[in-house]
């Protein structure tokens, strides 16, 4: 349990699309809720988006509409689309899981974390 493994970041131009992947094969028992957080130079971490085990999903205010999350189950696999990237998205993302409880924006609620991927977008 508690293995994560983030792909997908890059470097692209502001209004370029970038899709990040999170590997959560090591769980045996699926985890009650998933997020996907940032953290920019001498910024604290926060929540970009979540995604809970009913299926609800969430959103940071400043990526609704262009960001989205998604996960199969099936396949261990959660996503994040990201679309519109603007310069202010340039950060380290991190993949998150909690094995009980629901999905929130604090990351201290969180049990295992992915070694982050790093995404930058240039104007």
């Known amino acids: 349990q508690g293995h994560l493994l983030e792909a997908g970041g890059g470097s692209v131009q502001t209004g370029g699309s970038l899709r990040l992947s999170c590997a959560f094969s090591?769980?045996?028992?699926?985890?009650?809720?998933m997020g996907w957080f940032r953290q920019a130079p001498e910024k604290e971490r926060e929540g970009v988006a979540l995604?809970?085990?009913?299926?609800?999903?969430t959103y940071a205010e400043p990526v609704k509409g262009r960001f989205s999350i998604s996960r199969s189950n099936d396949k261990r696999i959660l996503y994040l689309q990201m679309n519109n990237l603007k310069p202010e998205d340039t950060a380290k993302y991190y993949c998150?899981?909690?094995?009980?409880?629901?999905?929130?924006?604090?990351?201290?609620?969180?049990?295992?974390w992915g070694q982050g991927t790093q995404v930058t977008v240039s104007s």
């Open positions: 090591a769980y045996t028992i699926l985890p009650s809720s």
């Open positions: 998150a899981a909690r094995r009980f409880g629901q999905a929130t924006m604090n990351p201290q609620d969180y049990d295992s």
């Open positions: 995604s809970d085990g009913d299926g609800t999903t």
